[in-house]
Each structure stands twice: as C-alpha cells, then as structure tokens.
C-alpha cells in the first residue's frame, strides 16, 4: 500500500469522478482541487474546479481517468463515484463505489423570472434538481428556528425556507443543521443552504444531499466577514432578507421571485442520512 501526495507540487491535485451524468448518461463529470489532499476536498474549506479543467493541464492523464471510469462503470454494471489523486504527472485510482448522487433530486416549483431581475450569487447545486424555493435569510444556523424566524415565516404564505448563509459547514454543524431541518420539516416548511466554499463533495454538500436539504454551493460571491456583515456581489444581506434560490441553475436573488401558475411545492421526501464524508 503507498501513500501518495496530492499536494506534491502545482500539477498534482485531488478529486471525485462520477461515471454518470444527471440524465444518467455515461458521461465522466466531477470536481478536483490542485495541490490538496483528499481531506481538502471534503472539508468544503476550499472549492473545487470542474474535473474538466484538468484537460488543460493534463490532457493524456484527463483521457486516461475517462477511460476508467467507464470500464469502471460498465464492470459494475451502475453509475461509480470514484476517488482519484494526481501526484505529479502519475494518475492514482484510489476507490470507488456506488453514485448515489441519482438519488437525490427533487424538483422544485418553476420560478417566473422577468427580464428585469437579475441573480447576484452564482455556484453550484448540491440538491435540488429544478426549479426555486423562496426564503428568508439567516447569518447563523443557530438562528434558523429562533421564534422570531418561525414567527415571520409562518405570517407569509411566499416563504417556504429558512436559507441559511455560511462561508462552509463542517461536522460540529451537523446536529444544528440536521435539528433545525427537522423542526422545520414538521411546520411543513424547508431549510435551504447557502455557502461560498466548498464543492458537491464537501460536507455541506452531503449533508444537504442525505437531509433533502435545498443547497448552492461554491458562490464565490458570497462574501462574509462576519455573522453580521454579509454581502452577495457586494450587496448587503441582512438577517431576514427575502432570497429566491433557482436551484436549477445553481443563482441567488435578493429577492422574492413568483412561481410560474400552478406552481406548487411537492411532498418533502423522507431524508435519508449517511455520515457525512461517507460516500
């Protein structure tokens, strides 16, 4: 057994491949990080590029990975989620197992967008296949079911979510998460996600997939400095600011978007929690 080095020098890296594309096609799609170590890439501390980036630094390597894993993928007989590292110029296969990432979609009512709005956060959808979900913001975890929050929510029938915003999650938000997800689910309301780091591997990414959690991640326009002083593409974000999330395309508006006629929230699925980090 070796050990091999992801943070070797600038042309090594890390990353998660999956065999299948959303449409469950056999199309090879991921993430990587360069010079990092598996535990970087599930930290969500930093975020990932798309796995197609590596094309341009490596493009012998890049063929290389997408030749395994589709005989990985036709072996197994079902889509793969496989580790990878690249230690300078050598290619790593390191593990692989079943993709449940199919499992987790959920469409979302369809959002009537005019012309004169405009998203002001960008990045990428961890769950929630299509559509949008309109909430209120909150700066904290802890503040996702204070009374005040629950208050405003249940005053409005246009807020279905709490959406909390954070720069990344880790395992000591778990039981905060997972709890405030749960109380708001039995008021028949959502709790949504929000964060700048972090890539569809990161533990707010599985958190949010295993926990029918609407979530974006990776906006890298979402600035926080603090609990108190947030902003999304330098405009401020206030505690309780109305936000519309199109989970479709992965965008964030600062403000409350209508659903297209007839629109309305489907059934919220069971959750089915894994650890997170636990692929």
Do not use: C
């Not at 057994?1 to 992801?6: E, I, L, P, S, T």
């Not at 769950?127 to 949008?132: A, K």
């Not at 503040?143 to 249940?154: F, G």
């Not at 999304?232 to 109305?242: A, N």
């Amino acid at each position: 057994q070796a050990y091999v080095f992801g943070d070797l020098d600038r042309g090594s890296g890390t990353g998660i491949v999956k065999s299948r594309d959303e449409t469950n096609n056999l199309r090879m799609n991921g993430e990587w990080l360069r010079e990092s170590q598996g535990y970087d890439l599930v930290q969500g501390r930093l975020t990932p590029e798309n796995i197609e980036t590596l094309f341009q630094q490596d493009p012998a390597n890049f063929n290389k990975l997408r030749q395994y894993t589709a005989r990985i993928d036709d072996y197994f007989g079902m889509p793969a989620l496989t580790e990878i590292t690249k230690e300078g110029d050598k290619l790593w296969v390191l593990q692989t197992t079943y993709d449940h990432s199919g499992e987790h979609y959920e469409r979302f009512p369809e959002l009537r967008i005019l012309t004169t709005q405009h998203p002001v956060g960008f990045g990428r959808t961890a769950y929630g296949s299509t559509g949008g979900i309109r909430g209120l913001a909150v700066l904290n975890v802890k503040d996702a079911t204070d009374d005040q929050v629950i208050s405003k929510m249940t005053a409005s029938h246009e807020i279905e979510a709490v959406v909390v915003l954070t720069r990344f999650t880790d395992p000591n938000d778990s039981p905060d998460l997972i709890a405030a997800n749960e109380k708001l689910r039995a008021l028949n309301k959502r709790l949504a996600l929000l964060t700048r780091e972090g890539g569809l591997t990161s533990h707010a990414a599985v958190t949010a997939a295993n926990n029918n959690i609407p979530a974006i991640v990776g906006i890298g326009n979402l600035d926080i400095v603090s609990d108190s002083l947030v902003s999304l593409s330098g405009e401020p974000v206030e505690k309780f600011q109305p936000l519309t999330l199109d989970l479709g395309k992965g965008q964030v508006y600062l403000e409350l978007i209508e659903y297209k006629q007839g629109a309305r929230l489907a059934e919220i699925p069971k959750a089915r929690w894994r650890e997170p980090g636990v692929w």
